[in-house]
């Protein structure tokens, strides 16, 4: 059975940093895509960002570029969000998806989502 | 940038079929999946490619996607169908390629 555990609810400062990791079980991590998604409270849906671990390389939603770090640790099947120079708008939950690679026309992106984990509680205030 | 949209809400009594569209241009041309998200947990795939159910969802739930329009379509609707649902795309139609999002319909079951 696939499991993607978040690591634990944070509280942050304006202006500093957050890390959240996804920690998967029960699958091959790394022919897998693992995206990052957030959700403001009373809000939708926001996707921030992918990473397909065994390809290496992230790729970040316009809105997040140079914000957003997300890398992969397949010795520990571990992926993690970093985002920097946080701000109030950015308290939200973040969630971990793993996501079908599929590829097509040179590109490889995740499709649908089918595991999530159980979501992170970032607050960010002063 | 690629945009979905979605009615806020959607109500419906029990037993009869609920229709959430997601709308989009040429949408038809994409692969279309839907979540399913109760208050306080996580989303739940519910349909995928456009009318595929994963595992264990039931069959109550369908999907299309056609033109302009996809629908997620819920059968014999159940109070415990009350919940968010949200559609996905890949979108890669601008230079930069990112997974979309609508921004979530409220079913509601009377």
């Known amino acids: 059975q696939v499991q993607l555990v978040q690591s634990g609810a944070e509280v942050k400062k304006p202006g500093s940093s957050v890390k959240v990791s996804c920690k998967a079980s029960?699958?091959?991590?790394?022919?897998?895509?693992i995206s990052w998604v957030r959700q403001a409270p009373g809000q939708g849906l926001e996707w921030m960002g992918g990473?397909?671990?065994?390809?290496?390389?992230?790729n970040y939603a316009q809105k997040f570029q140079g914000r957003v770090t997300i890398t992969a640790d397949e010795s520990t099947s571990t992926a993690y969000m970093e985002l920097s120079s946080l701000r109030s708008e950015d308290t939200a939950v973040y969630y971990c998806?793993?996501?079908?690679?599929?590829?097509?026309?040179?590109?490889?992106?995740?499709?649908?989502?089918?595991?999530w984990g159980q979501g992170t509680l970032v607050t960010v205030s002063s | 940038s690629y945009v979905l949209t979605q009615p806020p809400s959607v109500s419906v009594a029990p037993g009869q079929t609920a229709r959430i569209t997601c709308g989009g241009n040429?949408?038809?041309?994409?692969?279309v999946h839907w979540y399913q998200q109760k208050p306080g947990q996580a989303p739940v795939l519910v349909v995928y490619?456009?009318?595929d159910r994963p595992s264990g969802i039931p069959e109550r739930f369908s999907g299309s996607n056609s033109g302009n329009t996809a629908t997620l379509t819920i059968s014999r609707v159940e109070a415990g169908d009350e919940a968010d649902y949200y559609c996905?795309?890949?979108?890669?139609?601008?230079?930069?390629?990112?997974?979309?999002f609508g921004g979530g319909t409220k079913l509601t079951v009377l």
């Open positions: 998806a793993r996501g079908e690679v599929v590829c097509t026309g040179g590109v490889c992106y995740a499709n649908d989502f089918d595991y």
């Open positions: 490619d456009d009318s």
């Open positions: 040429n949408i038809g041309s994409k692969s």
């Open positions: 996905q795309v890949w979108d890669s139609s601008s230079d930069h390629r990112d997974v979309v």
């Open positions: 029960g699958g091959t991590f790394s022919s897998y895509a």
């Open positions: 990473i397909i671990p065994i390809f290496g390389t992230a």
